[in-house]
């Protein structure tokens, strides 16, 4: 890892940590989406932001990529400031954002996740075509690389938006909602590559609204209702008292139960 | 007949040849920065861009007659034109940026208020003395009448040099285009692309200012790309092609206008392309409009083909007279309504591929396989041999416990 020393403006956030905040308030207009919140997200794991519908989970990860102005707040990237790092960085929007006509195809926007590498200059290789065919391979669409990407199905296009990811090569994926609205081989399949992400050593953060899921999928939780609830590894952070703080009467007890249960 | 073909064979003269030249780079380029317009939905920008050069022009023109030229001078009228082309696109985009106008609205308050002005600027310049002569109307739509060889050459140069800035901006302006959040992510300026795509949209209105004139330059900008959207799913392609499509309507369209007197050369080129967007509408292979149809009238055969075969095996009556003409059609009924032998068996055939769903959808473990299910996709295509004859095992199983119950 290449922390060097943080300049001052940065100074006490964990120069280690994949994606650190302090004090983060975004607001839309004056009404804020996230107040005064602080996280450090481990390295090398698999992390969760888990919170109701509206918490400001996504708005979360579009500030802490600069992509929404903050009102007030600092953020590190493996202790640097976001623009000096964004190699490192790779981000999985939200599916919805992008116009399903749009002429390109399933291998087209794979080898967009090279352009970084590739500059204005260089020409696209066979063995940059290959890179993207491998990381189509990994998330099981090598088959549908040549179909626009309005043809294929939710699931299939949030595995391609995944490829396109890998074929950065980050050492940080952020993703927005990964799960949203795809049948359960993709989950499969994008959790499996998570993990395999994680393995390698890179770190991954998810915004995530599925409860049942997250004990058996992630390692470490950011729990947000505007504010930070809690933050911690799952055994610690993702209890039913963390839980009802956060959801407030929207959770029942049965469902309290038995995400205790399968969190121990 | 014969002077189009001399036209098009460049031997129309000296002039037509300078026009045709001057109109195939001008196509090229305009078609080329035009799509990324288009991929950024923003088609609308460029009458905004093009409306706003007419100030420029005028204002131009009284700066130079004020300083003692005689105000005709082309690079100072374009210079004029490019720098009021760029007051309109700022304001359009500080407008939608600043305010909760939606950008269609900000254009459309732009491009009026520029044109009205501009034509203000006209009617001034042409009770000026030095004006009567100017020939600023030209800018509206286009004269070829005086084209000189360095207008030729300014084409050119300016053509290529947007030409080389679309290849070289491609990959960031294709991001964006596609999918902005994510440009933004990798660090990509939304803004300075956005801008750099509007600076080369403005530099071909200013150099078509003349050939084509302000008002249709639009047209050159966005009928290619609409034109090559139907022919590829590629945007690389689909850039590269609404490039040629412009070429080639330039150079046609140049050629026609000089084989016969009067035929204005800007119309002419707008024409052409649109005769080869309306072409592509209707035949492209994959996006046209007689394919969809084709497609549809395919999709309606199966959907009352299989309907009617049910209503075959449940020996329900038909009353749908197209579900009757199609099986009619294809033997499976008799004229009279009887089912043939021939529609029997395929009626029995389906109606055991709808058991074989039935129980797939009640035990296969994968959704993923059993969603297909819409009553009409073969099974076949789902689910391996394996799988089909063990639901066929079970239907048999169940059938033996319907019967001993």
């Known amino acids: ?264 | 007949m014969q002077g189009i073909w001399a036209a098009l064979t460049l031997q129309a003269g000296y002039n037509a040849g300078l026009v045709a030249i001057g109109a195939t780079l001008l196509g090229f380029a305009a078609g080329a920065a035009g799509a990324f317009l288009f991929l950024r939905k923003r088609a609308l920008v460029s009458d905004a861009v093009a409306h706003a050069t007419l100030p420029g022009v005028g204002l131009a023109f009284i700066a130079m007659v004020l300083m003692g030229g005689d105000g005709r001078s082309l690079l100072g009228l374009l210079l004029g034109s490019a720098i009021s082309a760029w007051l309109g696109l700022l304001a359009v985009e500080w407008i939608s940026r600043k305010t909760r106008l939606p950008e269609d609205a900000a254009i459309g308050a732009v491009l009026s208020s520029f044109f009205g002005l501009g034509i203000v600027l006209l009617t001034i310049i042409q009770s000026m003395s030095a004006g009567r002569q100017a020939g600023l109307e030209s800018f509206l739509l286009g004269s070829t009448a005086g084209m000189l060889r360095q207008d030729a050459i300014l084409i050119a140069v300016a053509g290529s040099v947007v030409v080389g800035l679309v290849w070289l901006l491609r990959r960031p302006m294709t991001l964006v285009a596609f999918d902005a959040q994510y440009a933004a992510a990798r660090g990509v300026n939304l803004r300075r692309v956005d801008l750099a795509m509007m600076g080369l949209v403005m530099a071909v209105t200013v150099i078509g200012l003349k050939l084509v004139g302000l008002i249709l330059i639009v047209a050159m900008l966005i009928i290619p790309p609409v034109t090559a959207r139907f022919w590829t799913e590629r945007a690389d392609r689909v850039v590269w092609l609404a490039g040629g499509v412009g070429a080639v309507a330039g150079y046609v369209g140049a050629a026609l206008s000089a084989s016969a007197p009067d035929l204005p050369t800007g119309p002419i080129i707008v024409l052409v392309s649109a005769a080869l967007f309306v072409l592509s509408l209707f035949f492209s292979p994959a996006r046209g409009v007689a394919a969809a149809f084709q497609a549809r009238r395919r999709f309606q055969t199966r959907v009352h083909r299989r309907q009617g075969l049910l209503s075959l095996s449940r020996s329900e009556p038909i009353h749908d007279p197209l579900t009757l003409r199609i099986l009619k059609g294809e033997g499976l009924i008799r004229p009279d309504g009887v089912a043939t032998e021939d529609g029997l068996a395929q009626a029995a055939k389906i109606a055991r591929d709808e058991r074989r769903w039935e129980v797939a959808r009640a035990v296969h473990h994968d959704t993923a396989l059993t969603g297909r299910y819409d009553g009409l996709t073969p099974i076949e295509d789902v689910f391996t041999p394996d799988e089909i004859e063990d639901f066929d095992t079970r239907i048999g199983g169940l059938r033996v416990v319907a019967g001993s119950a």
Not at chain 1, 24 to 46: N, Q
Not at chain 1, 254 to 260: E, G, H, I, V
């Open chain 1, 1 to 264: 890892m290449t922390a060097s020393d943080p300049s001052g403006a940065e100074g006490g956030l964990d120069p280690r940590s994949p994606l650190a905040v302090r004090g983060l308030t975004v607001t839309y207009g004056e009404k804020p989406a996230l107040f005064s919140l602080d996280a450090t997200f481990p390295a090398g794991r698999m992390s969760a932001i888990v919170g109701p519908n509206g918490a400001g989970k996504s708005t979360f990860l579009k500030a802490a990529l600069d992509l929404i102005p903050r009102v007030s707040g600092e953020v590190t990237v493996f202790g640097r400031p976001v623009d000096q790092v964004r190699d490192r960085i790779a981000y999985v929007p939200q599916r919805a954002s992008v116009d399903w006509d749009f002429p390109t195809t399933a291998i087209d926007v794979v080898l967009m996740g090279l352009y970084g590498r590739l500059g204005l200059w260089r020409r696209i290789t066979g063995g940059h075509r290959d890179q993207a065919r491998t990381c189509l391979d990994r998330v099981g669409m090598a088959d549908f690389a040549d179909r626009q990407i309005g043809q294929l199905s939710g699931g299939q296009q949030q595995r391609v938006f995944l490829a396109r990811a890998l074929a950065q090569e980050a050492d940080l994926y952020l993703l927005d909602e990964p799960f949203a609205g795809v049948d359960a081989a993709t989950e499969r399949a994008i959790i499996d590559v998570l993990k395999s992400l994680k393995d390698e050593g890179r770190s991954v953060i998810a915004v995530h609204h599925d409860l049942s899921t997250v004990p058996q999928y992630f390692d470490h939780v950011l729990l947000i209702n505007l504010r930070r609830v809690a933050e911690g590894p799952i055994a610690e952070a993702f209890t039913p008292e963390t839980l009802t703080k956060a959801y407030g009467g929207r959770l029942a007890a049965t469902q309290l139960d038995r995400l205790a249960l399968s969190a121990s």
